[in-house]
């Protein structure tokens, strides 16, 4: 008798995972612990017991993937391009100079780099400001998850209506993008008119975050108060009709801001190199949903001043971090951002820091059922860091980063 032996396809195998600790986000360090997940990186387990035969051992901390919270996209072609250390007004000055430069297709290659270059620094989330739609096709075979931020700019109030309809039609082309989410969002506490940020309320009604690029230079504060300095300057050399647009002299930027934007949304104040200790016990207690962002290595490539890092040294406080755009860093890697606050501020616990990195941004974008901490049924990324002194934990040069999952 003929035997007929039907071969079987076996399914494929989930992976396991060792290293000397796991930093899962949201439980206590785990000790030569083991992670298992699926071939789709979705996570199975993490466990304490006795270590699989099968698992790959590997030497450094597991921590799970991280959230780029501030990006621009779209400038990566600006790489190199600016000047550094020369001030906000004339980063400004020379990025419009050569912004529209550049061919659609240098544009598209160096956003393209940008991704890659996101994915192998073990980014798998950004929160991403967007101008124009330039970015679409990159975003649309991303594997990296995005939400778009649309942000506006408008100091002249009778032009609002116009520029609000431009970026609901944008910001309605990034939504149709599979699993993208996109948001209008105002550009800074300088540029936009009080109609502007009025009309913009009116847009937030669903749940969605809310960012906006705050303290960043002392340009904005005089401008603020009393329409001189640099941005003055600036706008009059732009064209630009600033005559309406109302002063605070009395007011921060931020203490002039936050009251225009809506309450019940996830709000993120990006940079806050200038902030002060008041003002974030103001802010926190005014918002539920605060959230600050820190791109250190933009502020010094612009300002070359780092924010008071220390003021934020508290688990109270939500901190992000971003990586700001190519035009003003030499890397999107926030493992680098981690290098430099560490740097200046060694008292920082590690765990914070990998906290601010994953799972506050994944929180502030609302996606914190898939991202930013290593737990059964999400699927976060995983990310080895390497050449770590385990006993101090500090993050310093001699730390390298691979994604393994
Ligand atoms: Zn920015």
Known sequence: MIQLILKTKSPPMNHLFSA?????????????????????????????????????????????????????????HLH????????????????????????????LVAMQKSEDEMWRNGIVAVGDISNFENSFEVKRKSQL????????????????????????SLSEKFSSIEKHTSSLVP???????????????????????????????????????????????????????????????????????????????NLLMVHNTYTNAEEIAWATSQHENFYWCLC?????????????????????????IGTDSLASNHSLNILDELKTIQQSYPEIPFDRLIKWATINGAEFLGIENVFGSISEGKTPGLVLLEGINMESLIINDSVKIRRIV
């Not at 796991?22 to 387990?45: A, D, H, L, Q, Y």
């Not at 939400?147 to 520029?163: K, M, N, S």
Request: glycine share 4%; net charge negative; hydrophobic share 40%.
């Open 296 to 320: 250190p290595n933009a502020n010094q490539y612009i300002t070359n001043r780092l924010p008071n890092v220390n003021l934020f040294n508290n688990d109270q406080i939500k901190v992000t």
């Open 187 to 265: 550009h800074a506490p300088y540029s936009v008119s009080d109609w502007l940020f009025e009309l913009l309320s009116a847009e937030y009604k669903k749940k969605v975050p809310i960012c906006i690029h705050m303290e960043e230079s002392i340009d904005e504060y005089q401008f603020c108060a009393d329409k001189t300095g640099p941005f003055a300057k600036l706008f009059s050399d732009f064209g630009l009709d600033y005559s309406l647009f109302k002063v605070t002299p009395d007011s921060t930027p931020l203490q002039r801001t936050l009251p225009k934007l809506v309450a019940s949304n």
């Open 145 to 168: 998850h995005y939400h778009t931020f649309v942000e506006v700019f408008g100091l002249d109030p009778r032009r609002a209506e116009e520029i609000i309809l431009k970026a609901k």
């Open 80 to 107: 190199g391009c600016i000047i550094e250390k020369q001030g906000m007004s004339a980063f400004i000055r020379s990025l419009f100079a050569q912004r529209f430069t550049f061919s659609e297709e240098e544009q």
């Open 20 to 76: 000397d600790l796991i930093f899962s986000g949201n439980r206590p360090v785990i000790k030569n612990g083991w992670i298992e997940c699926n071939p789709e990186g979705k996570i199975i387990s993490i466990n304490e017991s006795a270590i699989p035969e099968n698992t790959k051992i590997l030497n450094g901390i597991i921590v799970p993937g991280f959230i780029n919270a501030h990006c621009h996209l779209e400038l990566s």
